[in-house]
């Protein structure tokens, strides 16, 4: 776990080990991709509960294989607590098996929201967002092995101004809510809370998270637009986690994460 910054890695696994007693933290100065490497481990049998950080990603995924930026170190931030990378990066792995997978990545937003600002909004199926701007994204994909199943959940969030060329909409960045919080203090907030999430899920899945996801719901009321080009409503979540579109032709539940759900204007209701 040694590193040149100093991140609360000893903190968390304090707090988590309790339950997890198999649980490890380590920091990266440099990888091509969290997600990937834990992917790899369990692939190749590693299925331990581990919290894998980087100060860098070089190859960093998104969800629908869009591309995660992932800084360097801000030597400027240095001097804050826990040092600054100018985006937190990190995969949670664990071995996990809910009766019904349904809902998790909102499941894991809402965790992440809760533990970072109140005013902090959740775009299904897995972003969050200040402002319309997207802030932190979620990327949740699992390994097979035999009858186990090993979750990964990768988060990218911004600390500082990330990139912005090329975008339509600025991102956002997490000083703009908590002005100096450094990367270090962001993933204390919530480490150990998003463990305790993702095993309430496992244990009763989505249903206890559906009203705080529908309270956090950036597209509420909308008018949205789907990936198939059906236009309609939104109207929060199920208690599956699945969309509910209002549509010309009627009430739509949309479920598959390869849906891309763009707001339009907001609707008079």
Do not use: C
Not at 13 to 40: C, G, H, K, Y
Not at 100 to 123: E, F, N, T
Not at 143 to 158: E, H, K, P, Q
Request: glycine letters at 10%; a negative charge; zero cysteines.
């Amino acid at each position: 776990m040694g590193t040149p910054l100093h991140w609360p890695a000893e903190a968390i696994w304090e707090a988590v080990v309790a339950d997890l007693p198999d649980f490890s933290v380590e920091v990266l100065a440099q990888i091509d991709s969290t997600n990937s490497e834990l992917m790899r481990r369990a692939r190749a049998g590693r299925l331990e509960p581990v919290l894998l950080v980087a100060e860098q990603q070089t190859a960093g995924r998104g969800r629908m294989g869009r591309q995660w930026f992932s800084g360097p170190v801000d030597s400027a931030a240095h001097a804050a607590p826990y040092g600054g990378p100018t985006s937190l990066t990190f995969s949670l792995g664990l071995p996990l098996a809910p009766q019904d997978w349904s809902g998790l990545s909102l499941a894991v937003g809402i965790s992440v929201a809760q533990s970072l600002h109140p005013d902090l909004r959740l775009k299904w199926p897995n972003d969050l967002w200040w402002q319309a701007r997207k802030l932190a994204g979620i990327l949740i994909e699992t390994a097979s092995l035999n009858t186990s199943r090993y979750l990964v959940v990768g988060i990218g969030i911004n600390i500082t101004p990330p990139p912005a060329a090329g975008l339509a909409t600025p991102p956002a960045w997490l000083q703009e809510l908590l002005p100096g919080i450094a990367a270090g203090q962001a993933l204390q907030r919530v480490a150990a809370p998003l463990i305790r999430a993702i095993k309430a899920f496992e244990q009763d899945g989505f249903l206890p998270f559906q009203t705080r996801f529908n309270e956090r719901d950036a597209l509420s009321g909308l008018g949205v637009t789907l990936s198939d080009g059906t236009s309609g409503i939104a109207r929060g979540v199920d208690s599956d986690g699945a969309l509910r579109v209002q549509t010309a032709q009627g009430l739509q539940l949309i479920s598959s994460s390869e849906v891309s759900v763009r707001p339009l204007t907001p609707q008079l209701l």
